[in-house]
């Protein structure tokens, strides 16, 4: 019998996204006791955050931290993580990371494989989110095609990738599938909280006649923003009833910020970076479309909980969550729709939704991604990779 409980090691996009907060928290309330658990955090990245816009306050954690520091290496265009924790990894009886090779501690670690410390990783098998990847980048989704069948365990996110994994060879014995997911209980809960608000906020928002829509994400150029504004101007010259709310940080904030100035605040508006529900929840509540134009990962999620429907491209650099969307919650347009044509397409799409039973629906077709079912999947996940289950 076991002196001491199983020690886990927990890393995952060299930071903590202030939307996995919540999750470990429910992850240390809902453990059992055979195992405990620390989460690579740079507590620097609290105060001056460089690897996520969105800040986060580890003092307000409710879980173990391994502060650990993070060096940012420049390689040609790209660039390179350590974070310093490689030699207080090897007393761990579970590494778990993301699959990404440009952070070189995850691979590091894996030299503790050789003194029975066993390695899983959770994350994506592949980087699709670059539409033209390089040679390097090519050379490097192959090596990792490698580098993932080495695993002990690995936690899916979503059944299409459990698909693909095990087409790959990976024993399906030695994986689970997650449904990676947001918190759409609490979010659901601020809907109903803040519903009856809408009026309010819309007179607050100064958008009380206007259709509004609503970007929420970072504000990269794989988002297609460029491509937003286009559309957006193309529909505000056949109606100038028409808002674009857009929230979030990035490269590209101090573009939207310039195009909000320069078409006066009756037409956009630039929330910069909002955390949390009493922050962005009533810009949700005020909106009418959720829009998209870039690569998806889990932000439609959050607009579904605030019976928001989704407009998204068929694009091939969309994450795997994109499995989550369907014709109860949002219209996928063609890879090919030009600005004028998404423009042209919006009023539709705005008359589709506003059928009060076809709203009621959306939140329906995504219920079962409850942040509670993924973490009790996880959980699962390391009780099998511990032997302990």
Known sequence: MRNRPYRVLISQVATIPHYRVRFYELLEQRRPPDWTFEVVFDTR??????????????????????????????????????????????????????THLSNLTYVATHFWRLFGTRRAFWGHLQDMNVENPSLLKRMAETLKRGYIRTADFFFVY????????????FPESRLVVLHNTIDTVTERAAHSAMAPQRDEFRRRFGVEHKQVLLYVGRLLPAKRLEFLLEAFKCLRESDPNYHLFVVGGGPLEKAIREAAETWGRGAITAFGPL???????????????????????????????????????????????????????????????????????????????????????????????????MVDNYISGVNRALGIS
């Not at 969550?321 to 600005?339: F, G, H, K, M, Q």
Request: include cysteine; hydrophobic fraction near 40%.
């Open 45 to 98: 990245e609290s105060d001056n955050p460089s690897i996520y816009v969105e800040p986060v306050d580890y003092r307000q954690f409710k879980f173990s931290i391994l502060d650990a520091r993070t060096t940012i290496l420049p390689f040609g265009s790209r660039k390179l993580i350590w974070q310093h924790y490689f030699l207080r990894a090897r007393h761990c009886d579970l590494i778990i990371t993301d």
């Open 158 to 169: 979503t059944e299409g990738l459990r698909r693909q994994l095990v087409a790959r060879g």
């Open 275 to 373: 955390v949390g529900t009493e922050q962005i929840g009533p810009v949700y509540e005020a909106s009418d479309l959720y829009v998209l134009p870039g690569f998806v990962g889990l932000a439609p999620l959050q607009a579904f909980c605030h019976d928001l429907p989704a407009v998204v491209f068929d694009l091939k650099t969309h994450s795997p969550e994109i499995e989550y969307l369907d014709s109860r919650n949002s219209v996928i347009l063609p890879a090919a729709t030009t600005a004028q044509e998404f423009a042209q397409a919006l009023p539709g799409i705005m008359e589709q939704f506003s059928d009060t039973e076809k709203r009621a629906g959306i939140f329906e077709s995504i219920r079962h991604l409850a942040m509670e079912t």
